[in-house]
């Protein structure tokens, strides 16, 4: 679930590997890439935190961010249908 902290959505995603990670963080990336919208984020080893937050806007949270946090959610959902 995304949670609102110091002006950032943030959500942590856990998987069972790095690679699962990795391909995770490679569809974001494409993602963040075709809406020029593009995350903080940080991995280790199975563990993705991404934080959206809009620079252009000062560094608040827009709609922007609800929209990419959206499609983020899909394809969290579409591998965890996947995978499971």
Request: avoid cysteine; aromatic fraction near 14%.
């Amino acid at each position: 679930m995304w949670k609102e902290e110091e002006q950032h959505l943030v959500r942590r995603f856990k998987f069972n590997d790095f690679k699962e990670a990795f391909v995770f963080m490679t569809e974001v990336a494409f993602l963040a890439e075709k809406l020029d919208h593009h995350p903080w984020w940080s991995n280790t080893y199975n563990e993705v935190t991404i934080k959206l937050t809009t620079h252009s806007a000062g560094h608040v949270v827009t709609q922007k961010d609800r929209d990419l946090a959206e499609r983020i959610d899909e394809i969290w959902a579409r591998r965890e249908r996947t995978n499971h």
